[in-house]
T-cell receptor
């Protein structure tokens, strides 16, 4: 699976959009981009995933660049409860898969 | 609520002891994963089971073992406990081995004193 690079930490004002970048320049054609988050001491929570089209669900939007070498997770109206570590994971479709988490981005949403 | 249930939520035990952590996966999920997260450390994959059989092993110590039962619940056994085993232990489940997202329980916080 392709390696990902994320900033160590970010902050965002409550009510504003939080844009979390992820670089995955070695991604291959059949690899998906997944995002999880982990609120302090809780289990990780799946957020969203995509292949090449932009995706949106009730939690967030995922924007993948046309060359697929990077993506951005967007929390449109961040709240204090969105303070968490956000993990970007790239994995190939099919086959056995073990969710593997790097260091992620620590997002702090402040009042 | 992810649908994955882990018990107990907290466990305090002494060095040298043995404990068992339990995980009930989401209804219909056949695959179970165990992870360890020490203080300020990332999530370390330990082991995966699928429909009762071991499918993948990560950084699991020989003192640790796991199994998945016919009703699909899983147990992680930790023996000869050391202070360094103090951590959060998470269980996750997914529908299949190569599936999309995994759903995590709330974890068991183990403290070894």
């Amino acid at each position: 699976d392709a390696k990902t690079t994320q900033p160590t930490s970010m902050d965002c004002a409550e009510g504003r959009a939080a844009n979390l970048p992820c670089n995955h320049s070695t991604i291959s054609g059949n690899e998906y981009v997944y995002w999880y988050r982990q609120i302090h001491s809780q289990g990780p929570q799946y957020i969203i995933h995509g292949l090449k089209n932009n995706e949106t669900n009730e939690m967030a939007s995922l924007i993948i660049t046309e060359d697929r070498k990077s993506s951005t997770l967007i929390l449109p109206h961040a709240t204090l409860r969105d303070t968490a570590v956000y993990y970007c994971i790239v994995r190939s479709s099919g086959g056995s898969y073990i969710p593997t988490f790097g260091r992620g981005t620590s997002l702090i949403v402040h009042p | 609520d992810s649908g994955v249930t882990q018990t107990p939520k907290h466990l305090i035990t002494a060095t040298g002891q043995r404990v068992t952590l339990r995980c009930s996966p989401r209804s219909g999920d056949l695959s179970v994963y165990w992870y360890q997260q020490s203080l300020d450390q990332g999530l370390q994959f330990l082991i995966q089971y699928y429909n009762g059989e071991e499918r993948a092993k990560g950084n699991i110590l020989e003192r640790f073992s796991a199994q998945q039962f016919p009703d699909l619940h899983s147990e992680l056994n930790l023996s000869s406990l050391e202070l360094g085993d103090s951590a959060l232990y998470f269980c996750a489940s997914s529908v299949a081995v190569g599936t999309t997202e995994a759903f995590f329980g709330q974890g068991t916080r183990l403290t070894v004193v």
